[in-house]
């Protein structure tokens, strides 16, 4: 079929100059889908005010992969599970989980539609962009942008820290008489960040299928690891009732249900960067279907694996003070230890949990360098210029890798002065993601969904959109007060329940608004986007899905 005709059955009445320059950008062999694909991939692209830099080597499974592979919900329960355990026992780790599991999924699935109508690599930012008035678009976009890039590359850092952490533990259970001293504990954080780094940097067309064997290796570790737990502690497992019902607050807290909230907050972290797709946009066929597939995907894995681990591990402690003053400083370990009876299976289950902890990593380096990237397209970083290149040898946007490594090898410097002031900055990164990701969700709901998004093959229809997108900002405006408060009580006197999430998050605000007012309010401009052309390329996008939908029918009469 023509390409004229493509675009003219797409829209009879469009405009015959956007029909036109829709299919300037279709020189492709109609007879060959996937050449197809890939040039309705570079046309919607151009339309959302970019051209196509990065090569197309994600597929489904890869996103899919790279997405679970960052969330892997079951181990981010594992590593966050102490302020639960504390602030309301086995119930406040099993409920919080289920709750969050809810309440991100539909967080998720409202960036997921937006995701669908504005595929981009600048995810979230970019949306905003779209989505919001002329007057407000720069501003509210640049806030984002920064916000979720620094959001970005503190999770980097958790998950450095963590793996770190893991390290000590192994060396301190072994050698009761060592004692790790924090510059240590740093030296290992660097090595585990420049490792990942430098994988992404030498193995760059490898990424789409080490993201694919990590999603097999955490499931399959995960289906060992709950099996292993679970047959083996079943002899001494405790009561249901202490597992989903029998409240313990040690928090200090005076009120149970506010330390149980506190403790739900807390396991948002487990569902936490679910927009990581979103920043693959520009690296997949098809983005509009795949990004929202991938996002929806990797919550419901996250469901699947966290909830039943977090029930089978609570079943299997025995002993919630041990779990909580294990000298390793890692419940989960001492939890294993408790069920298996075995200090050597203990260790190889946390080591396994370490491993893919490290996967993320990598995975991490991949998401937030393309962030940085799209933010510096559009002259949202200093020296847009330079982060904004793309490595000819790696096709990668190697200065923008550069400046996160640099930048988190200093932040690492601070755990080396204070560790509770750098595990204050590490809990901001889920307040920080999450607004980040219903900023563009409330502009749609407040403008109007149906004025506002164009046609997309991702929709949530009428009131269950608006419910999504307005529930998704409530919770996120109600939770980023409780993730301000301190997990234990009291304060004064206790430097370590000291929780400075407020203290950095107005200091990274009146940073971006000091450099937004002295240099960006009149240089950033965001993408130049040709909402036309958009609305025809989701549209061909949707035509696409449709002719392919009646072929696959046709052939199974």
């Known amino acids: 079929m023509p390409i004229e005709k493509v675009c003219t059955d797409i829209d009879p009445n469009g405009d015959a100059d956007t029909r036109q320059e829709l299919a300037s950008t279709l020189v492709i062999d109609p007879s060959r889908v996937s050449d197809l694909d890939l040039d309705m991939d570079e046309k919607q692209l151009r339309a959302n005010g970019h051209f196509g830099e990065l090569p197309r080597r994600f597929g489904f499974l890869s996103l899919l992969g790279l997405g679970f592979n960052i969330t892997n919900s079951w181990i981010g329960l594992a590593a966050s599970i102490t302020v639960n355990l504390t602030d309301g026992g086995r119930p406040a780790v099993v409920w919080g989980c289920v709750i969050s599991f809810f309440v991100c999924g539909l967080i998720t699935l409202g960036l997921a539609e937006l995701a669908s109508a504005y595929p981009s690599a600048g995810g979230q930012y970019h949306i905003t962009f779209m989505v919001a008035s002329p007057n407000t678009r720069a ?4 806030i984002v942008g920064w916000m979720a890039l620094v959001g ?3 999770t980097h850092a958790s998950g450095c820290i963590f793996i770190a952490l893991n390290i000590v533990a192994f060396a301190a259970f072994y050698h009761p008489s060592y004692e790790p001293a924090r510059w240590q504990v740093w030296m290992l954080y ?8 430098a994988i992404n940097l030498a193995f760059p067309k490898l990424l789409p299928a080490f993201n694919r064997f990590a999603l097999y290796l955490t499931v399959t570790a995960f289906v060992a690891s709950i099996t292993t737990v679970g047959v083996t502690g079943s002899s001494t497992k405790v009561s249901a009732s202490d597992v989903f019902t029998d409240f313990v607050n040690a928090s200090g807290w005076s009120s149970t249900g506010l330390a149980f909230m506190i403790a739900t907050a807390n396991s948002m972290y487990t569902f936490v960067a679910a ?5 693959i946009a520009e690296e997949v066929p098809r983005p509009s279907l795949n990004v929202p597939k991938a996002m929806v995907g990797t919550i419901i894995i996250g469901g699947i694996t966290a909830i039943p681990f977090a029930v089978v591990l609570m079943l299997c402690m025995t002993d919630l003070d041990s779990a909580l003053r294990t000298s390793t400083g890692l419940p989960s370990y001492e939890i294993y230890m408790q069920a298996l009876k075995n200090s050597t299976g203990a260790t190889i289950l946390q080591a ?5 902890y490290i996967n993320a990593v990598i995975s991490l380096v991949t998401t937030w360098s393309r962030l940085s990237y799209a933010l510096s397209r559009d002259n949202g970083l200093p020296f847009s210029n330079v982060f904004a290149r793309i490595h000819k040898g790696t096709s990668q946007p190697l200065n923008s890798i550069i400046l996160g490594t640099v930048l988190v090898l200093i932040y690492g410097l601070l755990y080396v002065a204070s560790s509770v002031a750098f595990n204050s900055i590490i809990g901001s990164s889920i307040m920080f993601l999450n607004i980040t990701y219903v900023i563009p969700q409330a502009i749609v709901a407040y403008r109007g969904r149906e004025k506002v998004l164009p046609p997309r093959p991702f929709r949530l229809p009428g009131y269950i959109g608006y419910f999504t997108n307005w529930f998704s900002t409530l919770w996120v405006i109600f939770v980023s007060v409780l993730f301000c408060l301190p997990s234990t009580m009291p304060v004064v006197g206790s430097p370590a329940s000291m929780n400075y999430t407020s203290v950095v998050f107005v200091a990274v605000l009146v940073f971006v608004l000091l450099f937004w007012a002295f240099d960006k309010r009149k240089t950033f401009v965001g993408p130049d986007v040709k909402e036309s052309l958009l609305r025809e390329a989701n549209l061909a996008e949707i035509e696409l899905i449709l002719r392919r939908d009646m072929s696959k029918l046709e052939s199974q009469r």
């Open 152 to 154: 970005w590359w503190i």
């Open 190 to 197: 660097t090595a585990v960040h420049v490792i990942c780094v």
């Open 352 to 356: 396994v949990i370490t491993l893919l």
């Open 275 to 279: 927009d990581a797709a979103t920043h």
């Open 139 to 142: 501003f509210a976009a640049y």
